[in-house]
């Protein structure tokens, strides 16, 4: 009650005018007032399930109070208390919160330009996607895109890439795929579509049900660690890899720019570093948990199994026909896309040496070793 | 010299005692109290010319400062300037400065648990030695082997995978390194010498005369970006990869621990995090810079050449029974390796699915489309 009546305040504080707080920002500071007692809200997209996904948004909120002696507090609300899911960016562009921990992609109904922030598919890595996003212009380009929505963005975690889902039966080539029905998250369903499959969009819990009784041939979660949880490999015991629509899927803390605006210096600088350590940690955790995932669910019989290149081969090439069409009627996603196309081809050119050239040979040597 | 004095009457503050310390972080905290002016001394063991490496101190140090409304300076100094390189860890264990931006691995020579901080050669890349650290137990191990030098360490930057060096001479197999003299980092050398190599160790400047005038068959230096100031390409046409001795070098802020000890915790959280900024900064940087500098390598005439697999598969065995001897003498780095060893082995056993089969992909089709 406490944080939200501060809250309040604060919000008046916004109303009363940015002019003032830029003022207040020049004039010489006193402590008191560059720390100011603030309690803010952030609405997690991402359900309690996906506890490192969410745990990002902890992390991030824990460092920013640590590093203001709990002066900057942000209490994080799940998804669908404040706003679910779909509706947590706009809950930032009205102010109903200030915060939202979220993936961009969700938002790509409203403008498929929202799809960048996050990856398209085949996009680039998770280590290429901070390099385009803090050293290529990324962010800034982003940045430029949500200002229309009153967000400023800030990067807050990745997955890393992930699987390529749960299928009940095996599938060779293009053909196999016609008319099979998949859950699959939102933008992709655009190039599922085209490889001839009926993308369906359920909600976690309801995937293994349906997995079971055959109303889905097959169902994409996240990774061995979340897919795990769900009970996936229940349902079918086919496991495909890459999942080429979230080759590195990158989350973020979207901030609404008025309260953004108002900060002092140094909490802007500190709400930065603190997604920094979220960004880092998420990934980090990921790949710390999904090794062990991945023993247990090979000892229960799981299949692992490529996609084949006939059907990478495709989907590659519808993808890139979509956004080249999607580039020719929507001038946000041209201007995002057209520097994003460019740093991947660059991206994919240096990598493929040293770094591919180590990870194909450790893959081997490590564990024949 | 404000800061000189600054400094010193942090240093008294130090000497009087961290039980008092300790004392006034428990008491109730006053603001003045918990945002104390500090001014304090890193020593880079980085050149100026490896501007990427170097810069990712300068971008720990702004962020330090802008989140603490300049309480917290924090003032760089060139390597050579107050320390050696391969003095810097010495300086911060004995007070004359209070941190310093380095390679952990250039202290191989005092105890070769150091080289674990950085990687070993054909350890992790960049991404898993981010999963190792924060998520893997790493980074606990490393601090506590530290401690025995009254440091503690903060990750702040990787290089990614390096590449393996400009060769006068084709090298087609094990028997063409023979008598090679190769200019290549410290720990390294070991297994250099062991595939019946000569390593020579020299400063940057002095790789390109002794390269030219054929005093070296072989050089490494860092990638595309740093290599190309160097002019390496002048020397040796055959750009060899990877670079199997530097697979994720990661560098760290090592800070004296009485120091950090008496920071606030709010301090201690500030420092935490613009590490993690830096770590993520300096890996952006490298990766949006090399690939244009790879392009202009090639356009000179540059060869790109892999290691053959002979070699590769040479040079791992000769590492791993270095680190099994290593192991079973020193104690130290016993009890991080073993640690470690489990971790590589679980990563690579991950990696090589998703993440390796889209980036193997992507290279081909990228670089197609």
Redesign the interface.
């Known amino acids: 009650m406490a944080e939200h009546q501060g809250r309040r305040r604060f919000l008046a504080t916004i109303a009363a005018g940015s002019t003032m707080a830029a003022a207040n920002r020049l004039a010489s ?1 006193a ?2 007032q ?2 100011p007692q603030l309690s803010w809200r952030l609405t997690s997209a991402f359900p309690d399930s996906l506890e490192v996904m969410q745990g990002a948004a902890e992390v991030f909120v824990k ?1 920013v109070a ?4 709990n002066k900057f507090k942000i209490r994080i609300f799940p998804a669908g208390k404040l706003a679910a899911p779909i509706a947590a960016a706009d809950a930032v562009t009205k102010g109903k919160v200030e915060m939202a921990h979220t993936a961009s992609s969700y938002y790509w109904g409203r403008d498929p330009t929202f799809a960048l922030g996050t990856g398209l598919p ?1 996009g680039l ?4 996607m ?7 212009g990324g962010l800034e380009l982003m940045n430029e895109f949500y200002a229309r929505f009153n967000i400023i963005a800030i990067p807050a975690g990745n997955s ?5 889902g749960w299928w009940r039966k095996q599938i060779e080539n293009l053909d196999d795929l016609k008319g099979k029905k998949m859950r699959v998250g939102g933008f992709a369903g655009k190039i599922v579509a085209k490889l001839g499959m009926i993308p369906v969009q359920i909600a976690g819990d309801d995937i293994l049900p349906a997995l079971t009784k055959g109303k889905l041939d097959a169902a994409e979660w996240v ?2 660690y979340d897919d795990e949880k769900l009970g996936l490999y229940k349902g079918a015991k086919n496991y495909y ?4 629509w979230a ?1 590195g899927p990158m989350t973020h803390i979207f901030i609404n720019k008025a309260s953004w605006d108002i900060l ?3 909490y ?3 709400v ?3 997604g ?2 979220a ?3 998420m ?3 990921y ?6 995932a ?2 247990r669910l090979l000892r229960k019989g799981v299949q ?1 199994r ?1 996609f084949s290149k006939d059907i ?2 495709a989907a ?1 090439a519808f993808a ?1 026909d979509f956004y080249a069409e999607t580039a020719s009627s929507n001038r946000n996603f041209k201007r995002v896309f057209d520097n994003w196309k460019q740093f ?20 081997q ?3 024949r ?1």
Chains 1, 2 share one sequence.
Do not use: H
């Open positions: 500071p402590v008191a560059n720390q460092y640590e590093e203001t002696d085949f890595n998770a280590r290429q901070n390099a385009w996003m803090f050293e290529g890393g890439c992930q699987m390529g990774g061995p890899y890459p999942g080429w080759s002092p210096k140094a802007q600088a500190i930065t570093t603190a920094a350590m960004n880092t940690t990934l980090a955790r790949d710390a948990k999904n090794p062990a991945l023993k692992l490529p990478m081969e590659f890139e991947r081809a660059d991206q994919y050119l240096w990598s493929q040496v040293a770094e591919l050239g180590m990870d194909v040979f450790q893959a040597a490590v564990n070793s």
